[in-house]
């Protein structure tokens, strides 16, 4: 049985079949690992397939998952008590990673990748998009293996659209008339954007780029204050104010996407990992009605999507390196990021969306289109690049909140740059 | 007021521990609590003079009272303590009227008496977590069932939880739906211990039943009624359980109160020290207002 | 609107309208728990149609996601193993606290378990965490029943210490005149005849126990998780789950209204001792 898996693997792993063969999977056999994930569906996806490595490598894998925010709260509590009874964790290196590095939590994994006894020849670390690499490669080492890869996307409702005879926006003033026009008919709401808080950071982010912001200035201090900043937060607010649902200020994506799946939205702009939400009859009464579209360029007359990159990382107290690291290659490989691909995950190997099973199965080849065009342009740092990130976000969260109730937004923001700059005294 | 004999063995012992079966029997119960609280409790103390990281990536240093000097100047501290006690002054009053007033519909010959106290339990043996998640499905602007009552009554529809405004009275509507019953039953206890006596005299007299509620009923519940508000007062300033769950401290930091912001401060922004600063203010700010209204309650 | 002239009429009106309050106020407490029975046996487009549904072919589907697919009946028995515990233990170290808090009127000692109701339990978390994973406790029965005796432990002296105030003094001494020794006589007297109250501060602190939500949430892992992270944990990815997360608000509230409405006499007892004598 385990013979024949690794046949299959092998022939798998193109152009390597005789080394794959010699490789060892079973260096780390009798011992157990521990991995916290997130409630997200590259773990639903990939944890029907756990056997299969347990049955490869004899390493034991014990996988707990929690829901997002309780996720990110126990994998910080974990690691900061140093204990290493945790080791591998799913990680957005743009969020927690400089905090994770800068603690010493995080094991630096290219000495892994470029040890053939550790790494089996078909890996391939080339194969995943740079945008990925990039983005799970913090202070100049990689420390997460990418397992997903999305970007900021418009989803809208092809119907409607027609309907009203409107065209699909390409730029954010397109995107305003079009969030008019068709707000409070036939029962939806023009537009739905993250609203609440600290979560609205990161969707706020490719407003933010398109009308030429930035977070942070050369010397580190913020740039809140600039009028970039205060033209992105007033146009992304005023689209809420006018033209969103009732009560966004409470909305992260789950309350967006539910909207959405229950046709009270014209369309709204996330990341383009939700289609698998939205194009489920079970879980949405517009499957068959959903439009991608690529993010719209702001009057920079750029598109400035961002890149999302989940990873998995390993503990630098974990005690079970090698057979962690078995599993996170092989979590990774080529046949796994397919088939997350094929559960309408957005993976993070080109290999994936271009080979021929999945263009045969792609049922929205219009999305897979632009998440791969996107990826060439789109900015992996949707977070402000600081390491009391969650702090940063969560005051940023607030003027977002005051703005789209209708407060000053220039006063919100200056606000929280003088708050920002406070946090960065102390990273100095 | 022990009678052991002295002569054989093994009463010598147990009058031993006979004679000190006043440090003896709660000793050990004593010693779990020290160790389950106290010490939890200084080392927090110890936490709170440290400008503290959860991890390395900032350094940890003695800052004294510092991080009380900077609460002081927090504007978002202020904001915790002011919703903190907006949901209690709401919440609790309004647990101690419509507590009263359930103790007194039930202090008659109610039909199926016994099932209907204990359907009146429910709200506040339930499982918080499980509550909470009803609610905040009840409370959805678009598809909340309170909403779809609103219209029907032709009031329009509300944010509820949504409103910056609102979000505060509808946590509170939440904590007295699960607290009332409660207060009721505490209140229960105590109108259905009172002595007849002061009720015949009165009635006697030719009192009015407005007139017997307020001369006898009325004082003569006062230190239940006080039991009642510092239980609930104690219990209201910490809600967490109901908030983290329904709002996250949302919209923005309109229902963040101090227990809630210190758990944000404390695991999602990992500013240790601070986050345990605050814990002890609220620490300080509970124990002050449970020995204020003892205070209140001696006086009277 | 004869039977107005009557005092038997006046009477009867004065109950049929306090009768009616009554019931608008149970309808009030009880509207909560019969929205979630009706949302766990609709799907989900049942239960995000604009106008509720009222009448409908209720499904199970909910209850065999949720127990099934989440296995929901392990978490119950993890929830199950430390509440009792919890309460065991409570009760043993409990029962003599409160028996010499009110025998020997440790007035001071009874304020001062007070007290562990005062402090935030968030206040604890930190340290705890700190010290159990540095005995690997983590994930391990022992971590969460020690730290759920937080709970059952001042409840239970609370509760019993009014149950053993009502005992008359005479008849331990009587029980001592003929020889017995006075813990003997706790043991053999005194216990036997707070029953009731022994199992009403049980069940109360096995209820706060099973509820308990924040220490399980940093303290357990997937060998001892309890239900209510179970249930948070049922909030998946995607759009909101109505039927999904009342299935499980139902699974997790159930065993606790059983409890309660068994011995609910008991309950009102217990929960107003505590309230009236502080």
């Not at chain 1, 390597?16 to 590259?42: C, D, K």
């Not at chain 1, 690291?325 to 190997?349: C, E, G, I």
């Not at chain 3, 005092?7 to 929205?35: E, I, Q, S, Y």
Request: aromatic share 12%.
């Amino acid at each position: 049985m385990k013979r024949m898996f690794g046949l299959g693997m092998a022939a798998l792993l193109v152009g390597s079949l005789g080394l794959a063969q010699n490789f060892n999977w079973e260096q780390a056999r009798g011992t157990q690992i521990r991995v916290l994930l997130n409630q997200h569906p590259w773990t639903t996806a990939i944890t029907p397939f756990l056997p299969e490595f347990e049955r490869l490598s004899g390493v034991r894998v014990v996988v707990e998952t929690f829901p997002e925010a309780q996720f990110r709260n126990k994998v910080l509590v974990e690691l900061a008590s140093g204990t290493g009874a945790l080791d591998a964790f799913m990680l957005t290196p743009n969020q927690e990673g400089n905090l994770y590095l800068k603690s010493g939590w995080l094991e630096p994994l290219s000495s892994y990748v470029s040890n053939p006894a550790l790494t089996a020849p078909g890996f391939d670390q080339a194969d995943f998009f740079p945008a990925s690499i990039r983005a799970a490669s913090i202070g100049g080492g990689l420390v997460g293996l990418p397992i997903q890869q999305e970007t900021t996307m418009l989803f809208y409702r092809k119907d409607l659209f027609q309907k009203y005879n409107i065209a699909v926006p390409k730029t954010f003033a397109e995107l305003e008339a079009a969030a008019k026009a068709l707000h409070n008919r036939d029962g939806v709401a023009g537009i739905g954007l993250r609203g609440r808080g600290a979560a609205a950071t990161s969707q706020l982010a490719p407003y933010l780029f398109g009308h030429g912001g930035d977070w942070l200035s050369p010397n580190r201090r913020s740039r809140f204050f600039d009028t970039e900043w205060v033209n992105a937060l007033t146009f992304y607010s005023g689209l809420l104010r006018n033209y969103g649902p009732a009560g966004s200020t409470t909305m992260s994506w789950p309350e967006i996407t539910s909207l959405f799946a229950q046709g009270k939205l014209a369309m709204f702009t996330d990341g383009s990992l939700f289609k698998s939400i939205l194009d489920d009859p079970r879980t949405s009464t517009v499957a068959d009605k959903v439009g991608y579209a690529a993010f719209p360029a702001g009057p920079t007359g750029k598109r400035t999507p961002v890149a999302i990159t989940w990873a998995l990382s390993m503990s630098k107290a974990s005690k079970n390196k090698t057979a962690t690291w078995l599993f996170m290659q092989w979590a990774t490989n080529k046949q796994n990021q397919l088939r997350v691909l094929l559960a309408d995950v957005p993976a993070s190997r080109k290999s994936a969306w271009n080979s021929a099973e999945y263009k045969a199965k792609d049922k929205t080849p219009e999305w897979s289109a632009i998440n791969l065009e996107q990826l060439e342009y789109a900015n992996p740092v949707w977070n402000p690049p600081v390491v009391a990130v969650g702090e940063v976000r969560d005051i940023l969260g607030r003027a977002i909140v005051t703005a789209i109730n209708g407060g000053n937004v220039r006063d919100a923001l200056t606000r929280a740059a003088t708050q920002t700059n406070t946090v960065l005294d102390k990273e100095r | 007021m022990t009678q052991t004999s002295p002569q054989t063995k093994p009463e010598r012992r147990s009058s031993f521990i006979d004679r000190n079966l006043r440090w003896l029997m709660p000793g050990p119960a004593v010693l779990l609590l020290f160790v389950l609280t106290i010490l939890p409790l200084i080392f927090n103390l110890v936490l709170s003079t440290q400008d503290r990281f959860v991890s390395a990536a900032q350094q940890s240093s003695f800052v004294g009272l510092g991080n009380y000097l900077d609460i002081l100047r927090d504007e978002r501290f202020w904001n915790s303590v002011w919703q903190m006690t907006k949901f209690t002054l709401i919440a609790v009053p309004a647990q101690l009227v419509f507590g009263l007033l359930i103790a007194m519909l039930l202090n008659r010959q109610v039909p199926a008496q016994g099932p209907v106290r204990a359907l009146i339990l429910l709200p506040m043996i339930s499982t918080p977590v499980a509550i909470a998640l009803i609610w905040a499905l009840m409370f959805n602007p678009q598809l909340g069932v309170l909403n779809y009552f609103l219209e029907t009554l032709g009031l329009g529809r509300s944010l509820w939880v949504a409103d910056e405004r609102l979000v505060i009275p509808a946590l509170a509507l939440v904590d007295i739906w699960q607290w009332t019953p409660l207060v009721a039953i505490i209140l229960l206890a105590g109108l259905q211990t009172m002595p007849e006596e002061p009720f015949e005299a009165a009635r006697i007299d030719g009192a009015s039943p407005w007139q017997l509620f307020w001369r006898v009923t009325w004082p003569l519940l006062q230190p239940t009624l006080f039991a009642a508000l510092t239980l609930r007062l104690i219990d209201a300033l910490k809600t967490f359980d109901i908030i983290e769950v329904i709002t996250q401290g949302g919209p923005g930091i309109a229902s963040e109160t101090l227990n809630v912001y210190a758990f944000r401060a404390g695991f999602e922004f990992f500013r240790v020290g601070y986050a345990a600063s605050l814990l002890t203010m609220l620490l300080l700010l509970v124990t002050a207002i449970a020995v204020g209204v003892n205070l209140l309650r001696r006086a009277r | 609107m004869i039977f107005l002239r009557t005092k038997a009429g006046r009477d009867r009106l004065n109950n049929f309208v306090l009768n009616t309050l009554l019931l608008l106020v149970l309808v009030f407490l009880l509207f909560p728990f019969v929205w979630m029975i009706l949302t766990s046996l609709r799907d989900q487009v049942q239960n995000t149609s604009a106008v509720p549904v009222w009448w409908f072919w209720p499904t199970l589907q909910n209850y065999r996601d949720v127990i099934v697919g989440n296995n929901f009946l392990f978490f119950t028995y993890n929830s199950f193993v430390i509440a009792a515990a919890a309460t065991g233990l409570g009760l043993l170290f409990g029962l003599p606290a409160a028996y010499a808090i009110a025998r020997f009127k440790l007035r001071g000692l009874a304020a001062w378990i007070l007290v562990s109701r005062i402090i935030p339990y968030i206040t604890f978390l930190l340290p705890w965490f700190l010290v159990f994973s540095n005995l690997r406790l983590i994930d391990t029965y022992l971590a969460l029943i020690v730290t759920h005796l937080i709970i059952t432990l001042p409840m239970i002296i609370w509760v019993m210490i009014a149950f053993f105030e009502d005992i008359p003094l005479d008849l331990e001494e009587a029980a001592m005149v003929d020889g017995m020794t006075r813990f003997g006589t706790f043991l053999r007297i005194v216990v036997p005849l707070v029953m009731p109250g022994v199992v009403t501060a049980s069940i109360l602190a096995f209820i706060y126990s099973w509820n308990q939500f924040l220490f399980s949430l940093i303290l357990a892992g997937p060998n001892t998780k309890t239900v209510p992270v179970a249930v948070f944990n049922f909030i998946s990815y995607g759009s909101i789950n109505f039927g999904g997360i009342a299935a499980a608000a139902v699974l997790i509230t159930l065993p606790v209204v059983i409890l309660s409405l068994i011995v609910q006499r008991h309950i009102v007892r217990g929960l107003t001792s505590g309230g009236v004598k502080g």
